[in-house]
């Protein structure tokens, strides 16, 4: 063989063991010990990296969890159970965890909303829509029934029912927030499973326009307001509720002439 390849095999065989060495030695200085609580939160994770907890994904998420930047109740899609057995692993306490749900606050479907006298022709997505020109609707603040909320949800959660609004099946729902980032008129909100009392309507609208463009708006009377010793306050004609303070027992519903404020349930 001759000498000149056998010198650069040699060569090339020292330089690679002398590498070999350096990183080992690098791995062994600079490795930094991920903690052994990481795996375990992850591996109690559902896994959907839905992006509802705020993190970028479940092992994010896990990450943050350890490093108590984020609650152990934060995973919307594992709900109690998940909530429960992170907190064993991190030896917290996870009581209070109560499922998020959303929450159409709009009640003018095909049959309540005014319609305008030129009809819209365009992409039926409720972004496009928004942007073009608030579509067939005379309201300014309601659901456009694009029903881009439905598409964002990842479990078929979101249905659009017969009237063109939006409606949650909740034993199918998550929590994950994916139809409120969708929705560009921000009629929906997510709320505890166990809160009963929502103002159905997002018009601010004087009382006689809201009339003129939908039969179930909110008229900005103040009926609901006005008991409610400051758990409810009207702004822009519009009731804000302040749960802290509300008492529902207070709040005069069969005087709401539209039923723009009632009480449900949501499970």
């Known amino acids: 063989m001759d000498a000149t390849l056998l010198i650069a095999i ?3 065989g020292g330089l690679g063991f002398i590498f070999a060495g350096g990183l080992a030695i690098a791995d062994k200085k600079l490795r930094v010990e991920e903690n052994p609580l990481i795996g375990k939160v992850n591996d109690v994770l559902p ?12 092992y994010d998420f896990a990450v943050k969890v350890v490093e108590g930047k984020v609650s152990v ?12 057995a992170i907190a064993e692993i991190m030896g917290v306490d996870a009581s209070g965890s109560v ?3 959303p929450v159409v606050l709009c009640q003018g479907g095909l ?3 005014a319609t305008k006298m030129a009809h819209y022709y365009g992409p039926i997505s409720c972004s496009a829509m928004h942007l073009v020109s ?8 309601g659901c456009l029934g694009g029903g881009d909320c439905v598409e964002a949800c990842p479990f078929d959660a ?3 029912n017969s009237n063109g609004i939006p409606e949650v ?13 969708a929705c560009p008129r921000n009629v929906i909100e997510m709320h505890p499973a166990d809160r009963e009392v929502f103002v159905f309507c997002k018009n601010h609208d004087d009382p006689k326009t809201a009339k003129d463009v939908c039969k179930v708006a909110c008229l900005g009377c103040g009926v609901c307001a006005r008991p409610s010793d400051g758990a409810i306050v009207m702004d822009d004609f519009l009731p804000i509720i302040d749960y802290s303070k509300l008492d529902d027992s207070k709040i005069p519903f069969d005087k709401c002439r539209t039923g723009a404020i009632k009480k449900v349930h949501l499970n």
């Not at 896994?47 to 479940?58: D, P």
């Not at 099946?169 to 980032?181: A, D, F, N, Q, R």
């Open 10 to 12: 040699a060569t090339m």
């Open 47 to 58: 896994g959907a990296n839905c992006g509802g907890c705020g993190s970028a994904g479940c």
């Open 73 to 84: 109740t934060g995973c919307p899609v594992g709900g109690e159970d998940t909530a429960k």
């Open 99 to 101: 499922k998020m749900l």
């Open 111 to 113: 049959s309540e909303a």
């Open 134 to 141: 608030g579509a067939n609707k005379q309201c300014y603040y």
């Open 158 to 160: 979101m249905v659009m």
């Open 169 to 181: 099946i909740p034993e199918l729902c998550t929590g994950c927030g994916m139809c409120v980032k």
